[in-house]
């Protein structure tokens, strides 16, 4: 079984649950924090990331099926995605294989909408995923079939104010921009989706100008030595 | 061969530095110490500054045994920082610039910080934590500029930690963050408080209100002593430093990190990071208060590779900014 180490859980792969394709993935012990702090954010998270992935699924995003939680192991035994790439790995291939960005752009453009759709239905939700990166979306099959998969909800809240949202965008603009240089306009995709599938345009609008104050504050923030 | 001499004076302390090659000369460091309960303020931070800005001046060229004319270039704090104190330490690198006929380099604070730890420690390619009573940054390299991966969305962990000081009435001497630290080991009892990470970034706004109106009360009541609080604050906001570090370097691939600034002085932030880089496989570096904590060496050092790589600042764009963000500049010495 092959194990992938992420920041704080182990992934195994390629396993097996009454004939589906499973991988198991463990939280393990955070030796570096208190005890009791790393005992309450573990149990915290896996069962943030198992409601978080049912609401999605209700709201008809696709994300991988929850087979099992073993709360002794904490282990959530779910559904392998199979023949998939992480949406950071595919921003990276078709860029390095399209040398004017410009072009690399276009070709992107379906993805970045489709990233903004799928986020709109999120927030409609209220699910804050809070930790959106392009290494937590992957894209099954053929990627210019688009099929999205959101991952990885172990920060995740379910929230209704506009500041949590404005907030999940605002970790998503910045995990994009310095994983993707020159990737600006891509994002502005992902944002006009967004704008443009949120049916509650008031609420919408709230929601990107809480972003635009979240950006304010990281980059005008007075920094002091 | 080339010397530079460096001027910080952005917050409490001002530092004046020569180093040489990359071997640290000199680096005497004068720090503005306001009474318990008490933070600095623009004004008299300043006014510390031009008080002992020549003696530190003198110091530094003493102890490097170096005289005026052997300097090649002169750097200083261009920001961020505090304004007032910012404006009155390059007043003394421009005013001493002329008057030696050499040129000058403005530096960025933060990529002061960064190339005194890659200096000290020896870090290739590190992922870094940059800590300080202003910043709270995760930052990596890459295509000539240094990124932001991670950083605080209010309010600084080090401003954190001094506030917090504040409310307990400790002693600014030498640092609040010190005389934290110095109790926590004591601090036997774990308080939980809001915990607040998301993805790479981080706030500590609402753990402080929590943790300012709750402090006297646990206290009066004995429920938790000063010691307790003072150990659940850092297990608390140390936990955040490096789940959001580990995460950055998971996401960028890394195997060293390198903490910088004057939080990264606690003993405690560097076992806990210790732990986590063994525990990925990872090589962590640290440095001491000698240059973790703000001082001149940093920004001649950071001024050094700029001078080397080409860059010097023309005397008239020789200003300050409080708002200088470490993306801004472009990094030439590095490939």
């Known amino acids: ?225 | 061969m080339v010397v530079a001499i460096g001027f910080e004076g952005s917050a409490n302390k001002l530092g004046i530095g020569i180093v040489k090659d990359g071997v640290v000369l000199s680096n005497p460091r004068h720090t503005y110490i306001t009474p318990p309960g008490q933070g600095f303020l623009p004004k008299d931070t300043a006014k510390h500054h031009r008080e002992h800005a020549l003696s530190v001046l003198k110091l530094a060229l003493e102890e490097a045994n170096i005289k005026p004319e052997e300097i090649d270039v002169v750097c200083y704090t261009k920001g961020p920082g505090m304004g007032a104190p910012l404006v009155s330490t390059a007043l003394v690198a421009r005013t001493v610039a002329q008057l030696w006929n050499k040129p000058i380099v403005a530096v960025n604070h933060c990529i002061g910080h960064i190339e005194m730890g890659r200096l000290i420690t020896g870090a290739q390619n590190p992922t870094v934590l940059y800590v300080s009573g202003g910043n709270t940054q995760v930052i990596a390299y890459s295509d000539k500029c240094y990124r932001i991966f991670g950083e605080t969305i209010d309010i600084a962990v080090g401003n954190c930690l001094d506030r917090f000081a504040r409310v307990l009435k400790l002693s600014n001497d030498p640092s609040p963050g010190y005389n934290i630290e110095q109790l926590a080991k004591k601090g036997r009892q774990y308080l939980e408080m809001p915990y607040v990470v998301k993805g790479m970034d981080v706030s500590f706004s609402g753990l402080l209100s929590y943790i300012e109106e709750k402090a006297p009360k646990l206290i009066e009541s004995n429920a938790y002593t000063p010691e307790d609080l003072c150990f659940s604050l850092q297990e608390t906001v140390f936990a955040m430093l490096i789940e959001i570090t580990e995460r950055a370097m998971a996401h960028c691939d890394s195997n060293e990190v390198l903490i910088v600034g004057g939080v990264g002085c606690n003993k405690r932030l560097q076992e806990m990071m210790g732990v986590m880089a063994s525990e990925r496989g990872a090589t962590l570096y640290a440095t001491d208060e000698r240059f973790c904590i703000d001082n001149g060496a940093m920004i001649a050092q950071a001024g050094w590779e700029m001078f080397r790589s080409g860059v010097v600042t023309p005397l008239d764009q020789t200003t300050c900014t409080q708002r200088f963000r470490t993306d801004e500049v472009e990094v030439t010495w590095r490939s």
């Open chain 1, 1 to 225: 079984m092959a194990v992938l180490q992420g920041a704080e859980a182990k992934l195994y792969l390629g396993g097996d649950f009454y004939g589906r394709p499973c991988i198991i993935k463990e939280r393990f012990q955070k030796n570096y924090r208190h005890p009791i702090l790393d005992k309450a954010l573990t149990s915290q998270r896996i069962k943030s990331e198992v409601r978080a992935n049912l609401r999605c699924r209700i709201a008809g995003i696709q994300t991988p099926t929850i087979f099992m939680v073993n709360f002794d192991t904490n282990s959530i035994y779910m559904e392998e995605i199979q023949d998939a790439v992480t949406v950071r790995q595919h921003i990276n291939t078709v860029q390095a294989a399209e040398l004017n960005p410009a072009s690399a752009c276009s070709q992107l453009k379906p993805l970045a909408e489709a990233i903004g759709r799928t986020l709109a239905k999120m927030h409609t939700s209220n699910i804050i995923h809070g930790d959106l990166t392009t290494s937590n979306m992957l894209l099954e099959g053929d990627p210019s079939e688009l099929s999205l998969f959101l991952i990885d909800f172990g920060l995740s809240s379910f929230e209704a104010s506009a500041e949590d949202k404005g907030v999940d965008l605002y970790v998503l603009e910045r995990a994009f921009l310095s994983s993707h240089p020159n990737s600006q306009e891509l994002f502005d995709c992902i944002l006009a989706a967004y704008t443009d599938q949120t049916q509650d345009k008031n609420a919408c609008k709230e929601v990107i100008s809480k972003l635009d104050e979240v950006r304010l504050r990281g980059r005008k923030r007075t920094m002091v030595g």
